[in-house]
């Protein structure tokens, strides 16, 4: 029996953490997966936990039979099988709520989906002290066989930690996942019961995986959005991607969605977005001109708007796209035409790859920030050092970030701190949106050059109308001045609490409407 309890306890361990994760799957496709995010999931869970190893302490010394503990068991694997098929209308409702920025239903909708879990994941929480319960025949031995649970429980954690996130979510999707972990721990219900049983009170719980599989059948064409215009979806390692299609223009989303990661439509390359911005990067050097820019980077590749516009305007010159995400590189190719020949992508994390690169570049373009979601290690003095050491002479490194109204201390962070490692820095808010695009000059320069390469471009038939029109934008919008502040460096960047206070401040004092 001992042997049996033992696999048991690993493989529910196992199941609470993959249900953690699938958990913030599950609601980072609609709600994101910000800090915030996750501190409410993991917080609720362990308190769920907590409940669970109370109540499985006193219904072990009630009834320390092996039967009780995996009726229980077969529950608690039944009742999180049946959570993404409960949640979904409520999720797809607070997609729609997203989309219209109805704060009150996301909020209702938030608190929902995490109640969800209060059933499966408190019965998973009694089967730790239940085995203790059951094991310990000695009590001399008490501690050491407590112990050996705990270590055995912790260790099916720590593969449930995993494979959710590394092999079932990518293959088979979110709901899929809770469907797999749940029928595996219904099974060593179930056989549990044969063994320490009966066949008849095995049989008082076979009904439970049928229910299951056929919510499975039903839903199993069912999109987890289903959002206007959607013409594709899937699940990746990091994100829930989503395209679509509106009037004409091919637009990428991921996660939550209110964020348009790339666009793309064959007509046109003139977005009026921070894409565009990327482009006009080397004119604060004096007599510039198109033909002078040889390679640039792109850290935060996505579908590759940007590499798309860098091709028109400088004319098949290397790009170098760093995305971490291969499934977004995938469906960049599939739906935005990110086929160029000159584009040479390289998965894996933009840092760690443009620090581990042999090449020069012209134009850094970093375009990873999507708040909440800006990688601390993207926005330090010792990444800008990488950044420099990789430009020549003459080169810029531009970054796509985001102010939001009478709030700028994120643009004030990051220009105070690469103004540590460039002798210039200037910012451009981008008219309608919430964009900032900040750039930050190798040499020194002035804006006054800026101007002059505007005139002398303007003047040539042989520039893309395209660059012209986005100069035009910088110039009227650049900015030469920054509040100096704290320096972000590697040993302290509080990138997230800045990020998460500007959200919530912007979300509670009504600054929806500048999304609307």
Excluded at 63 to 91: D, Q, R
Excluded at 229 to 256: H, M, P
Excluded at 447 to 461: C, G, Q, T, V
Aim: net charge negative.
């Amino acid at each position: 029996m001992k042997n049996y309890l033992l696999f048991t306890v690993f493989i529910s361990g196992m199941t609470t953490l993959a249900a953690e994760l699938a958990a913030g799957r599950l609601i980072g496709n609609v709600f994101g997966t910000s800090n915030i995010v996750w501190a409410s999931i993991i917080g609720l869970i362990l308190i769920y936990l907590t409940l669970g190893y109370f109540l499985g302490g006193k219904w072990a010394d009630a009834n320390p039979t092996p039967a009780a503990m995996y009726h229980i068991l077969a529950w608690g694997a039944f009742t999180l099988g049946l959570v993404p098929y409960i949640a979904s209308p409520v999720l797809r409702a607070a997609a729609t709520a997203f989309d219209s920025l109805q704060v009150g239903i996301l909020g209702a909708s938030f608190v929902a989906v995490l109640i969800l879990f209060i059933v499966p994941i408190t019965l998973l929480g009694t089967i730790s002290p239940y085995a203790i319960r059951l094991t310990v025949d000695d009590t001399s031995r008490a501690g050491q066989i407590s112990g050996q649970i705990y270590a055995i429980s912790t260790l099916g954690s720590f593969i449930g930690t995993f494979l959710p996130t590394l092999v079932t979510i990518p293959a088979i999707g979110t709901k899929n996942t809770f469907l797999l972990f749940s029928m595996i721990l219904l099974l060593v219900a179930l056989v549990g019961l044969v063994r320490f049983a009966s066949q008849r009170d095995m049989l008082k719980h076979t009904w439970m995986p049928f229910v299951l599989i056929a919510l499975a059948l039903l839903t199993a064409n069912q999109s987890m959005k289903a959002s206007a215009a959607q013409i594709y979806e899937t699940e990746s390692a990091y994100n829930y991607i989503e395209v679509l299609n509106q009037n004409g223009f091919t637009i990428l989303r991921l996660n939550e969605g209110q964020g348009v990661h790339s666009i793309y439509h064959p007509d046109t390359l003139q977005y009026n977005g921070p894409w565009d911005q990327f482009l006009v990067s080397p004119y604060f050097y004096s007599n510039r001109k198109p033909s002078d820019i040889k390679r640039v980077a792109i850290v935060g590749l996505a579908a590759g708007t940007t590499a798309g516009q860098m091709t028109a305007v400088y004319e098949n010159i290397p790009i170098d796209g760093y995305e971490l995400d291969p499934k977004i590189v995938e469906v960049g190719r599939k739906y935005f035409d990110m086929n160029m020949p000159n584009l040479n992508v390289i998965i894996g994390d933009g840092r760690l790859n443009l620090e581990r690169s042999e090449q020069k570049y012209d134009i850094i373009a970093v375009d990873a920030y999507r708040p909440p979601y800006i990688p601390p290690h993207m926005t330090t003095q010792e990444f800008f050092e990488i950044c420099a050491s990789h430009l020549t002479e003459n080169g810029v490194l531009t970054i796509n970030s985001a102010s939001v109204p009478g709030d700028r201390r994120l643009i004030n962070g990051l220009a105070t701190t690469m103004a540590t490692v460039f002798p210039s820095v200037y910012t451009v808010d981008i008219p309608g949106s919430l964009n900032t695009m900040i750039f930050a000059t190798k040499q020194k320069t002035i804006p006054e050059n800026f101007a002059m390469n505007l005139l002398a471009l303007s003047n040539d038939p042989s520039v893309n109308p395209l660059l012209i029109t986005t100069m035009q934008v910088t110039f009227s919008n650049l900015e030469t001045g920054f509040e100096p502040t704290t320096v972000f460096t590697d040993d302290h960047a509080p990138i997230e609490w800045i990020v998460n206070d500007m959200v919530i401040r912007f979300i509670l004092e009504g600054g929806t409407q500048y999304l609307e």
